[in-house]
């Protein structure tokens, strides 16, 4: 018996989507998986012919009734294309999991007409790895069968090359890498540095923009020293983070930093039982107990990390 992941191609190489793919088939590659390319493309006209050829290719290194796959979620080629690499997986008599990677266009309130053809989906697999314990409640609630197995994820790895030769350093300063903005950021009162990682420029008191970088830059700046921001954009935002995992946070506690996330998120009692950073209700408080914080304490912090 094999065991292959598949893993998302065709994006630029610093979209998230993409690289929480390629690093989790990278982690399961050491897990003795063997890797099943998807390709991301625009298949809106594609016949099914074509798409039946393009799905033959994708999965021709398959034994009969002797495989297990595990097909990352969503692939952005929309649910027909994933409908149908399923269902042909199922012709081979393979034995599917489904990783959920994210669960915005099902939880959120405008995303809701998705939810039926999502559980059509999931309801093929055997095994579903889902984000948190509330994405599997919300599932069990909308419809997937009764003896769905489930494991449950909490939170991201991330694996670097990067080697650190020394301890962040205590700074009162916040990184954020998770997008171009976030809800309070054009209200940011300049009491604290706030350092952004994006291609856009914002304007504001003590805002630094850092600009794009490659993940070694990346977790090296980090790395220096200060709290890593994992914040929502929007209400839908917020509602996800509740059922998914947040990738920027397992990036800033591989950078070796504390981190700091909204209360009610789906891994806060992780976050606040390993003392892995601040879980706050606004970034008023974040930023009153940075203020107030001695460096004993902030050793602290790393030394959990």
């Known amino acids: 018996m094999n065991i292959y992941i598949t893993k998302l191609n065709g994006l630029p190489l610093q979209d998230i989507a993409q690289y929480k793919q390629r690093m989790t088939a990278e982690i399961a590659h050491q897990l003795g998986c063997r890797e099943m390319g998807v390709y991301r493309y625009n298949g809106a006209t594609e016949s099914q012919e074509s798409l039946n050829g393009r799905l033959d290719g994708i999965i021709a290194g398959i034994e009969w009734g002797n495989d297990v ?42 995303e809701r007409a998705n939810v039926e053809q999502a559980i059509r989906l999931y309801n093929q697999a055997e095994v579903l790895i889902v984000p948190s314990l509330a994405m599997r409640y919300f599932l069990e609630d909308n419809g997937i069968k009764k003896d769905m197995k489930f494991v449950i994820q909490e939170m991201w790895d991330y694996i670097t ?25 054009d209200g940011w009162k300049g009491i604290l540095p706030l350092k952004l990682y994006t291609a856009a420029s914002r304007q504001g008191q003590n805002i630094h923009n850092m600009g794009t970088m490659s993940q070694g830059e990346l977790l090296y700046s980090l790395s220096k020293g200060g709290f ?17 995992v ?13 981190v700091i996330v909204p209360g009610g998120i789906s891994n806060q009692i992780l976050i606040e039982k390993n003392h892995l950073g601040l879980v706050v209700n606004s970034l008023d408080e974040a930023v009153t107990a940075i203020e107030s914080m001695t460096e004993s304490d902030y050793r602290e912090y790393i030394r959990c990390v």
């Not at 969503?74 to 990783?99: A, C, D, H």
């Open 246 to 258: 947040s990738f920027s946070v397992a990036r800033y506690l591989a950078a070796g930093i504390p």
């Open 228 to 244: 890593g921001l994992a914040w929502y954009q929007d209400k839908n935002m917020r509602k996800s983070m509740e059922y998914d």
């Open 161 to 185: 090359d990067f080697n650190f030769f020394s301890s962040p350093q205590f700074r009162k300063e916040i990184h954020f890498v998770d997008g171009n903005s976030f809800e309070g950021i």
């Open 69 to 110: 796959v595990i097909c990352q979620f969503p692939t952005g080629n929309g649910f027909k294309y994933e409908w149908e690499l399923v269902k042909r997986l199922k012709m081979y008599q393979s034995r599917v999991v489904i990783f959920i990677h994210d669960s915005k266009n099902l939880v959120t309130e405008t």
